[in-house]
């Protein structure tokens, strides 16, 4: 067999291998699972939550096998950057810090940021001016995260940042920070559970309104395509609706 040829039949494999890749009938995906009620790990060790249930109506949709695993926020961007994944559904909001890096889809949800507070707090706003003095903790590598540092922080207030949410829920829940600053839907939900005997919600932060979507790697063109078309499908079809009535009285697209 000469060289010629196995170079041939190198190209053909590679050639075949990259237009089955490009079908996208199998995806895998990376969600936090620390980040209730959007993806949280169950007692049983089984991912839940409404972007696991997003998910999986786009992997319907798109007819594809969808594999949805576990992976740590601060190293899920570099995870998909090292195909470790094929995409993030992970209430990731789209910045254009993050587009440096990877690619989006359309949203999937939009939601403002929001403080909330011990229920015997004498806060009045979410002002920088209201917040001096005081301690303000916000889950790191967030939009919260950055909101926290860069206009209470170089203001001088006293910001704690925590690799989880639910790390920096306790903490206000404990008497430990004297704030949270966090996504509005995520501590809705907290405040109607765990933490519905402590805590308050505060106010909405003015000016903070971002877009949730599904992180792609640059280059994965043909995928974030399926995405969106998938997007758009759930939601005209009423299954995006009905997933998000299971987390939410109101709309949050």
Not at 94 to 102: A, M
Not at 111 to 136: C, Q
Request: charged share 25%.
């Amino acid at each position: 067999m000469n060289k010629t040829f196995l170079t041939i039949a190198a190209a053909i494999v590679a050639f075949a291998s990259n237009a089955a890749a490009q079908d996208w009938k199998e995806i895998r995906i990376a969600t936090e699972g620390a980040y209730p009620p959007f993806n949280t790990l169950k007692a049983d060790g089984t991912l839940a939550g409404l972007d696991v249930d997003i998910a999986n109506a786009l992997c319907d949709e798109m007819k594809a096998k969808c594999t949805i695993v576990a992976q740590d926020w601060d190293g899920i961007i570099p995870g998909l950057m090292a195909n470790k994944y094929d995409a993030i559904i992970a209430s990731m909001s789209i910045t254009e810090e993050r587009k440096q890096k990877i690619d989006f889809t359309n949203k999937y949800y939009t939601t403002p940021l929001a403080v909330i507070v011990p229920k015997d707090s004498t806060l009045a706003g979410v002002g920088v001016e209201d917040m001096k003095g005081k301690s303000v903790g916000a889950q790191a590598s967030t939009t919260q995260g950055n909101y926290a540092t860069d206009i209470y922080g170089k203001a001088g207030v006293d910001v704690k940042l925590y690799p989880t949410q639910e790390e920096a829920a306790a903490d206000l829940q404990n008497g430990r920070i004297d704030a949270l600053i966090s996504d509005k839907f995520v501590v809705v939900d907290w405040l109607n559970n765990a933490g519905k005997d402590c805590c308050k919600m505060l106010a909405d932060v003015p000016g903070t309104a971002t877009e949730a979507g599904i992180g792609i790697r640059k280059g994965d063109d043909a995928l974030r395509e399926k995405f969106n078309k998938a997007i758009d499908a759930i939601v005209a079809n009423g299954t995006y609706k009905t997933i998000v009535s299971k987390y939410f009285p109101f709309d949050i697209y």
